[in-house]
């Protein structure tokens, strides 16, 4: 396990892995800064050390190295965290250890055994020639099929289900993977697809987490998916996202389409930048996904009329996260699939012409309507000022209510009214404002103790300030007046005489090297220090010591003074006289 976490921590830097998700900027040398992603703040309180390969949030106290950042971010617990990390930074993983045997790992390794058998079949069974002649049929290629992993499942009750077994895999386990369906009359398992083109769904981190299944018989399900498991929830899952996310990055914008055909085609043609929504309203889990890769997103779902409103659907939460969307109009066909088909320069050219969301809203919802009309205008206006009240910036909404009241010659402040009324009426809030971070709740005490030991640490030769003024015992917390301690023991050694003080900074926290525990806090308080003294002079560091010691001096007298009160209402309840008045002595004498 340590030759694992190790050898992973060597191939991965923090501040590469970090920035998949969020957007950081210098804040020094090898230090970065950014707003927490793990709750609203307008500051930014985050940082990461690219030197000690570490992150935290000084806000809300969130932490840690590579392996719990991908625990937080991606809800997972250290072993699926590792097998991220371990595939990323190439590393094979001893599976023996029990560590890693979870419930998730175990489905995950059953998905992917199911994906290669599927993708051997189609590739070298005899049988499925007649799956190969209909990809050949839709134009889709020998290397795309290698690259997307396309399987077939034969047309067989058992299977996948014997095949499985014989890798040693449990009944339980292939069902709980959703690969296999329980007859309650028979008390037994059979294969869930059968005689279907099957097409791996992988999370984000390319690992197969469930199928999408089209029948290659005449059957009226014409695609199946894999239920909703442990590891599987479409409403998290964005198909292909794996493949695309350098696209997306290079590009700045993310196409997304419906269905796992029209993904495979538009990315076989170069607009690689492409993934797929199972359904076509966006989830939060969704948006929060493409938001990690750009703001931008255009949507091309099937040009019938129920497609187009489809398209329309999930708007609201696009909007509130702040993504930029636009709808691309195909010039041809009915899906990007058929498009493609009958002129790639069609599908090109529909993409360089999309159109904003909402001025295609607009342009729908005014095709069927005769703006001559007073009930024809009322019906544009019922329909596009609820969307427009939603507007998260105020610019947008003032453009598009100008929009309307020229299309329809209304007044934009009869307009506004009618907006304001509906606000009262459903409720509908207008989010402008960032909501204000939760801050960590820490003792007064402790958080002056921080403060004081990190400049300590960023500029060593301040203790000269602190010695005579500060006794360990004065701040919070043992691990913080270890950490006091060996820096007076060292100054007083002239540890860092005639010392610049970024050597004499690296020299403190050499101390700490062989200290575990200790040393989490070190390299916590050293970013702390980056983030709020690094741009202070010598003179305002000074001033900033002495406050924060009178004012921890000030917090210690209140707890004393607190506990004595505490005790001399124990021993007035009591009838203590001789307790209360040498309490009441011990009180008078600290005030």
């Known amino acids: 396990m340590q030759d694992n976490t190790e ?4 191939r991965i830097d923090i501040t590469d892995l970090v920035q998949e998700y969020i957007k950081l900027t210098p804040a020094g040398a090898n230090n970065f ?5 793990f709750h609203n703040e307008k500051t930014p309180s985050f940082m990461v050390s690219k030197d000690k390969q570490i992150w935290h949030c000084f806000g809300c106290g969130e932490g840690g190295d590579i392996f719990s950042w991908v625990q937080k971010m991606e809800g997972v617990d250290f072993p699926e965290a590792l097998r991220i990390l371990a595939k990323k930074a190439n590393v094979e993983l001893q599976w023996q250890q029990p560590e890693l045997s979870s419930a998730k790992t175990k489905l995950l390794d059953i998905c992917k055994a199911a994906s290669n058998y599927w993708h051997e079949l189609l590739i070298k069974d005899e049988q499925a020639k007649f799956v190969r002649d209909y990809l050949e049929e839709r134009q889709i290629q020998s290397e795309t099929i290698l690259i997307w992993q396309l399987g077939w499942a034969r047309e067989s009750w058992d299977d996948l289900l ?3 077994k014989e890798q040693g895999f449990k009944e339980q386990d292939i069902f709980d993977a959703g690969l296999i369906i329980k007859s309650e009359k028979k008390n037994s398992y059979y294969d869930r697809f059968r005689n279907r083109l099957t097409f791996p769904i992988t999370n984000h981190h390319g690992q197969v987490v469930g199928f999408t299944a089209r029948t290659m018989a005449n059957e009226e399900a014409k695609y199946i998916n894999t239920p909703q498991t442990v590891i599987y929830n479409k409403s998290n899952i964005l198909y292909g996202l794996e493949k695309a996310k350098s696209a997306i990055r290079k590009q700045n914008y993310t196409i997304l389409v419906e269905g796992n055909m029209d993904v495979i085609t538009v990315w076989q043609v170069g607009t690689q930048n492409v993934v797929g929504v199972s359904g076509t309203a966006l989830t939060l889990e969704q948006v929060s996904l493409l938001k990690r890769y750009s703001p931008n997103v255009m949507i091309a779902f099937d040009s019938d009329s129920a497609g187009q409103k489809a398209s329309l659907r999930g ?3 696009a909007w509130q996260e702040g993504l930029n969307v636009k709808i691309i109009k195909l010039k041809a066909g009915k899906d990007p699939d058929e498009c493609i088909k009958q002129d790639k320069q069609l599908w090109l050219q529909s993409i360089k012409e999309a159109v904003n969301i909402i001025d295609y809203y607009f342009e729908m919802t005014i095709a069927d309507l005769d703006l001559q009309r007073s009930d024809h205008k009322k019906k544009a206006a019922v329909s596009l000022l609820p969307v427009i009240a939603r507007l998260p910036d105020a610019i947008d909404r003032i453009h598009y209510l100008q929009k309307l009241a ?10 506004e009214d009618k907006i304001n009324s509906l606000k009262k009426q459903e409720g509908t809030i207008v989010q402008t404002e ?3 971070a939760p801050m960590i709740k820490r003792d007064p005490l402790e958080l002056l103790t921080r403060r004081i030991i990190a400049i300590l640490l960023w500029q060593p030769s301040k203790i000269s300030l602190v010695i005579d003024r500060l006794l360990p015992e004065e701040l919070s917390g043992e691990s913080y007046q270890t950490i006091y301690k060996e820096l007076v023991i060292h100054y007083n050694k002239g540890a860092w005489q005639g010392q610049e003080a970024a050597q004499a900074r690296q020299t403190a926290e050499a101390l ?5 525990e200790i040393l989490d806090k070190v390299n916590t308080l050293s970013l702390l220090a980056v983030k709020d003294f690094q741009e202070n002079t010598d003179h305002e560091l000074d001033y900033e010591i002495d406050l924060l010691i009178t004012r921890l001096k000030e917090e210690n007298k209140k707890n004393i003074r607190q506990k004595i009160s505490d005790e001399l209402s124990q021993a007035d309840a009591r009838g203590d006289r001789q307790k209360v008045d040498e309490l009441l002595e011990r009180l008078n004498k600290l005030n």
């Open 7 to 10: 050898a992973i921590k060597q």
């Open 33 to 37: 800064k950014a707003n927490c992603p």
């Open 162 to 164: 014997n095949y499985l």
């Open 315 to 317: 708007l609201d939460i």
């Open 406 to 415: 020229d299309l329809i010659n209304i007044s934009v402040n009869v307009l």
């Open 434 to 436: 960032e909501k204000s």
């Open 512 to 516: 700490f090297i062989d200290k575990k």
